[in-house]
């Protein structure tokens, strides 16, 4: 993957620009605290891994933004044409955002409330391709209602539930012909889409190579049966970070969604989906007082910071709100965020080690468990590229802003 030109970030300003020749480049030492990093140089890492997979496999790769929600980022996931990649989106704010910045071909991967379709709308009067997802006869009769008020088709999505996790339609519903009549109909029916949640508690490979298969097995099941019934089936989605990382064959899908694989955390990494070399993203904090009696650290960064996500306390090793690493990404042994209030982060070191010395106004930096939890704390990331030799504070590459709201 050829790599993008980065911008250097303003120091004055909060949105990326280019410097002056006479100004200084910001370092991770200086914004104040906390805020979000990004490496550069993971991501471009990660985004390559899956591209590779997904090219291997024959499927369209189709990003899932609602991790970075960057323009910035998706930036770096477009194809050798240099054209913006199709992207799968989970707000309609997304969507606008992501179309605003010249992507036309999007999904709206979260099932659609009727009172939205005039936003999807306006979308499509511009030219976007954005499909919509239902599970519901009555969802289906709202699509077609108002795509034939607005005499345009309204692409749509038949969600198919693969594994119990949550939303979509089994495979063998017998709603689901009925509900592709009525798309079809009304020339709305794009597809179904699958989406392997329960993934996320596949703690083996084997145990993640099955649910993809399972994945895959139920959307294409849900495909077959539409098209015996006469009704067209172009696309077949499915897709999840840990099935994405290890389907064998997607014989029968059409395209693969992944959004936590760009930025990975410390749940994927206890999953083995990934290494904790991999995760792009942490969290800057301060140290601001020390408990040496109750044997901890306290820093400027608690929950509001990192999200109250402590998706890794299911996991064999529990790793708090977070690992701690010093300001240049190195982990320090031990050393792990165990608890947080609003503005507090508590660390603590691990049975077996010592705590360490860290004076007062020491900045860290703090590995989340929930990527996508965690850079929702954030109106953007300063942007880092590890690939990059030097001494002293790793320098800000560029500030890039998150699209937010719904």
């Known amino acids: 993957m050829k790599r993008p030109d980065i911008l250097t970030v303003n120091t004055t300003a909060a949105t990326p620009g280019p410097l002056p020749a006479t100004a200084r480049t910001l370092t991770l030492a200086e914004p104040d605290t906390p805020f979000a990093v990004v490496d550069v140089h993971r991501v471009l890492r990660n985004a390559e891994r899956l591209a590779r ?3 291997r496999l024959g499927v369209v790769l189709r990003p899932h933004v609602k991790t970075a929600k960057s323009l910035d980022v998706a ?7 240099g054209a913006p990649c199709p992207v799968t989106v989970s707000t309609l704010a997304e969507a606008e955002a992501f179309a605003d910045g010249g992507h036309t071909d999007l999904t709206y991967a979260v099932g659609i409330a009727p ?16 499909r919509v997802l239902l599970d519901s006869g009555a969802q289906a009769e709202a699509v077609a209602e108002a795509a034939r008020g607005a005499g345009l088709a309204i692409p749509a999505q038949i969600e198919i539930d693969c594994d119990g996790h949550r939303g979509g339609l089994r495979p063998e519903d017998p709603a689901l012909t009925d509900i592709g009549r009525v798309l079809h109909e009304a020339g709305c029916l794009d597809g179904v889409l699958a989406h392997a949640g329960e993934s996320y508690f596949a703690t083996t490979p084997e145990a993640r ?11 294409v099941t849900a495909a077959e049966r539409l098209r015996a019934a006469g009704l067209p089936v172009p696309v077949v989605s499915v ?26 955390d410390l749940v994927m990494a206890g999953l083995g989906v990934c290494r904790v070399d991999d995760l792009a993203l942490s969290v800057v904090v301060t140290v601001i007082g020390h408990r040496p009696e109750l044997g901890r650290i306290l820093t400027d960064g608690g929950w509001m910071a990192m999200s109250r996500d402590r998706g890794t306390a299911r996991q064999a090793q529990d790793q708090g709100y977070g690992l701690v690493t010093d300001l240049d990404g190195r982990l320090l042994p031990g050393l792990v965020m165990t608890d947080a209030s609003q503005e ?13 010395e860290l004076p007062l106004g020491t900045r860290l930096r703090i590995l989340p468990n929930h990527a996508c939890a965690t850079a929702a704390q954030h109106r953007g990331y300063h942007v880092v590229d590890s690939s990059r030799t030097g001494t002293g504070a790793p320098e800000a590459v560029a500030y890039w802003p998150r699209v937010t709201g719904w």
């Open 53 to 55: 997979r997904a090219e």
């Open 75 to 81: 930036a770096l996931l477009r194809d050798p044409s």
């Open 344 to 356: 507090h982060g508590i660390l603590t070191a691990r049975e077996g080690t010592d705590l360490p």
């Open 239 to 264: 897709g999840s970070t840990p099935t994405a990382h290890a389907a064998e064959d997607l014989g029968g899908v059409t395209e693969l969604r992944a959004g936590n694989y760009v930025f990975f």
């Open 209 to 219: 190579r099955r649910a993809a298969e399972q994945e895959r097995d139920a959307a």
């Open 115 to 130: 009172h939205k379709l005039p936003r999807v709308l306006a979308l499509l009067r511009r030219g976007v391709r954005l």
